[in-house]
């Protein structure tokens, strides 16, 4: 099957994950990929609810990516705080090591729990009085949405004011695991090129001069104690005197920048990063939509489009894929699970190497790949919401757009 878009090297399918291995032409030197968390979510209507597909819980799904990861390649997959551990379970029973897992703060959450004066209210077939509208945002399709607060009907209801079956979320975690490598560090690096992070080039900036001071400090303090010094000194890797790297070495703790008045003075910094701005969320406010009709399928093969899309934005076809179309009207362009471009550039960077190629099973708006291309790497991947595409073309495009690493 050929890619809907192809940049330089970097392609992009609209097929389901599960069919992406098998239209790679070689291996990959990392995955980097938000999947579904699973969460029962999604929109009515479609041929596969988006959130409740069971794909990110399945070992076999994880099994198939791991064969085309090179030895020793990483893995990065965002995970929800109520179902990461099935997601981790999943990488692991697929023959992933697990290394680590990265904790990424944000001062930004909502809670999504049903109030339960309103919940109340509902079991006692209250209806809601409140006027609605129609859902502004493309990932709540076909919903309407309540306007105002809402107010309690019954004296059984009124006692539930203020309860909530939810906490508001503050953090994601994003596990890190690693196709385990063929033979030691060194003759993996050589033979595949994979195995380690690149912490060097993702290293967290910091004022060298001053590091520097502290190191040295410590390494006299060290000298200096009579009960024999540093801990680790007799250790196969002792602590060292000066810094390696160019700035701090990257932590597994990812922080809002509005949390760092939380932190005591003098705490080291860690990587700042918040959620996704307006710059970062594509949106194609009224795209026209076509309905596939007689000869569709041999026109979405050519194009590279999956032929059974209840509906294809009219961006993406020619005259003659036209023609095998009608008009089905406009629509809201946007997606639901839009992840910062900086937290994107950061982890791709992290990754692998510069030139290398990274996988990405789940596009949605393109972040990863946009990133991947911004950071001078290779990206290959696959979305099977058709409607998704323009706002990855989009994304890749405008790249210049991005906001800058630090």
Same mark, same amino acid.
């Given at each position: 099957?050929?890619? /809907?878009?192809?940049?330089?090297?970097?392609?992009?399918?609209?097929?389901?994950?599960?069919?992406?291995?098998?239209?790679?032409?070689?291996?990959?030197?990392?995955?980097?990929?938000?999947?579904?968390?699973?969460?029962?979510?999604?929109?009515?209507?479609?041929?596969?609810?988006?959130?409740?597909?069971?794909?990110?819980?399945?070992?076999?799904?994880?099994?198939?990516?791991?064969?085309?990861?090179?030895?020793?390649?990483?893995?990065?997959?965002?995970?929800?705080?109520?179902?990461?551990?099935?997601?981790?379970?999943?990488?692991?029973?697929?023959?992933?090591?697990?290394?680590?897992?990265?904790?990424? !703060?944000?001062?930004?959450?909502?809670?999504?729990?049903?109030?339960?004066?309103?919940? /109340?209210?509902?079991?006692?077939?209250?209806?809601?009085?409140?006027?609605?509208?129609?859902?502004?945002?493309?990932?709540?399709?076909?919903?309407?949405?309540?306007?105002?607060?809402?107010?309690?009907?019954?004296?059984?209801?009124?006692?539930?004011?203020?309860?909530?079956?939810?906490?508001?979320?503050?953090?994601?975690?994003?596990? /890190?695991?690693?196709?385990?490598?063929?033979?030691?560090?060194?003759?993996?690096?050589?033979?595949?090129?994979?195995?380690?992070?690149?912490?060097?080039?993702?290293?967290?900036?910091?004022?060298?001069?001053?590091?520097?001071?502290?190191?040295?400090?410590?390494?006299?303090?060290?000298?200096?104690?009579?009960?024999?010094?540093?801990?680790?000194?007799?250790?196969?890797?002792?602590?060292?005197?000066?810094?390696?790297?160019?700035?701090?070495?990257? %932590?597994?703790?990812?922080?809002?920048?509005?949390?760092?008045?939380?932190?005591?003075?003098?705490?080291?910094?860690?990587?700042?990063?918040?959620?996704?701005?307006?710059?970062?969320?594509?949106?194609?406010?009224?795209?026209?939509?076509?309905?596939?009709?007689?000869?569709?399928?041999?026109?979405?093969?050519?194009?590279?489009?999956?032929?059974?899309?209840?509906?294809?934005?009219?961006?993406? !076809?020619?005259?003659?894929?036209?023609?095998?179309?009608?008009?089905?009207?406009?629509?809201?362009?946007?997606?639901?699970?839009?992840?910062?471009?900086?937290?994107?550039?950061?982890?791709?960077?992290?990754?692998?190497?510069?030139?290398?190629?990274?996988?990405?099973?789940?596009?949605? %708006?393109?972040?990863?790949?946009?990133?991947?291309?911004?950071?001078?790497?290779?990206?290959?991947?696959?979305?099977?919401?058709?409607?998704?595409?323009?706002?990855?073309?989009?994304?890749?495009?405008?790249?210049?757009?991005?906001?800058?690493?630090?």
């Amino acid at each position: 099957m050929r890619p /809907v878009f192809d940049y330089d090297g970097s392609a992009v399918y609209n097929i389901d994950a599960r069919d992406l291995p098998s239209v790679l032409d070689g291996p990959v030197d990392a995955v980097v990929t938000d999947p579904p968390y699973e969460l029962g979510l999604g929109t009515a209507g479609e041929t596969a609810r988006w959130d409740s597909t069971g794909i990110a819980f399945d070992p076999d799904f994880w099994r198939a990516i791991l064969g085309v990861m090179r030895p020793g390649a990483f893995l990065f997959a965002f995970g929800s705080p109520r179902t990461w551990h099935r997601l981790a379970c999943a990488v692991e029973d697929a023959g992933f090591l697990i290394r680590d897992q990265l904790c990424w !703060l944000y001062a930004s959450g909502m809670p999504k729990g049903e109030w339960g004066d309103h919940a /109340v209210d509902r079991a006692l077939g209250v209806s809601d009085p409140r006027a609605s509208r129609e859902a502004g945002s493309a990932s709540l399709r076909g919903r309407r949405l309540k306007e105002g607060a809402y107010i309690p009907a019954t004296p059984e209801a009124s006692r539930w004011t203020g309860f909530n079956p939810a906490l508001k979320p503050a953090w994601e975690p994003v596990v /890190v695991a690693q196709r385990p490598r063929e033979a030691m560090l060194g003759r993996n690096l050589l033979d595949h090129g994979t195995g380690a992070l690149d912490v060097a080039d993702a290293a967290v900036p910091a004022d060298m001069a001053e590091l520097g001071r502290r190191y040295e400090r410590n390494s006299r303090l060290r000298d200096g104690d009579p009960r024999g010094g540093d801990v680790m000194r007799d250790t196969a890797t002792p602590r060292p005197a000066a810094p390696r790297l160019d700035g701090r070495y990257p %932590s597994d703790l990812i922080l809002d920048p509005r949390l760092e008045r939380l932190l005591p003075e003098g705490v080291p910094p860690f990587y700042f990063c918040p959620k996704a701005s307006g710059a970062d969320r594509p949106v194609v406010a009224d795209a026209p939509m076509r309905r596939p009709a007689a000869g569709w399928p041999e026109q979405a093969a050519r194009l590279g489009l999956r032929p059974d899309a209840p509906e294809v934005p009219a961006s993406l !076809l020619d005259a003659e894929a036209m023609a095998c179309t009608t008009d089905a009207g406009v629509r809201r362009l946007a997606h639901p699970t839009v992840k910062p471009a900086s937290l994107m550039r950061w982890l791709v960077r992290l990754s692998c190497r510069p030139g290398g190629l990274i996988l990405d099973p789940f596009l949605g %708006s393109g972040s990863t790949m946009a990133a991947a291309r911004i950071e001078g790497r290779r990206c290959v991947g696959s979305e099977l919401d058709t409607s998704y595409l323009p706002l990855i073309d989009a994304r890749v495009r405008s790249t210049a757009a991005f906001d800058p690493l630090f």
